[in-house]
T-cell receptor, first 112, second 113 residues
């Protein structure tokens, strides 16, 4: 049972480049979310999804896009990377609603 | 929207002592309060949670207390061990299927042998 899988684990981007952070879960969870973690600022919610085809904004959505075409996958897209998006990104999933969430191992992104 | 404040940001204790981490929240409609432990290089892991119809919940050496009137909740770790060293996060949510989970800023706990 893999749980929540994030790829890649590490990524370096140049300013202005685009990329997609992948998140997949094999627990048939309806609820998925993306957080970024920065020193001293905890985990801040970027976007979340309550089920396939439904997404909503979190606390810090600017500069990020998401879609949820399947229950299993919830990719996070950076359209034009900026140094301010240097962070560790975590994906989480839970059966229904934001309770008892399972987190992935994270993606460390550096934008130069 | 919901805002969660967490204190202290760092906490150092001697092995065997107790540790207490406190959080306050702003949304009076919040009714789900989880605590997560994050070890170095790993994702956060749920260690205990409490809902607003319960004032206290225990699981071996950890306990969480909730005061809905004052809008604060706390994590208590007794008989601390070096393996308790980690970053701990509190969070709050209304718990609805469509709601968000908002986290505090974290507490780095160090347990010295």
């Amino acid at each position: 049972n893999a749980g929540v899988t994030q790829t890649p684990k590490f990524q370096v981007l140049k300013t202005g480049q685009s990329m997609t952070l992948q998140c997949a879960q094999d627990m048939n969870h309806e609820y998925m979310s993306w957080y970024r973690q920065d020193p001293g600022m905890g985990l801040r919610l970027i976007h979340y999804s309550v089920g396939a085809g439904i997404t909503d904004q979190g606390e810090v959505p600017n500069g990020y896009n998401v879609s949820r075409s399947t229950t299993e996958d919830f990719p996070l897209r950076l359209l034009s990377a900026a140094p301010s998006q240097t962070s560790v990104y975590f994906c989480a999933s839970s059966r229904t609603g934001p309770t008892e969430a399972f987190f992935g191992q994270g993606t460390r992104l550096t934008v130069v | 929207g919901e805002n969660v404040e967490q204190h202290p940001s760092t906490l150092s204790v001697q092995e065997g002592d107790s540790a207490v981490i406190k959080c306050t929240y702003s949304d009076s409609a919040s009714n789900y309060f989880p605590w997560y432990k994050q070890e170095l290089g790993k994702g956060p892991q749920l260690i205990i949670d409490i809902r607003s119809n319960v004032g206290e919940k225990k699981d071996q050496r950890i306990a969480v207390t909730l005061n809905k009137t004052a809008k604060h909740f706390s994590l208590h770790i007794t008989e601390t061990q070096p393996e308790d060293s980690a970053v701990y996060f509190c969070a709050a949510s209304r718990g609805w299927d469509t709601d968000k989970l908002i986290f505090g800023t974290g507490t780095r706990l160090q347990v010295f042998p």
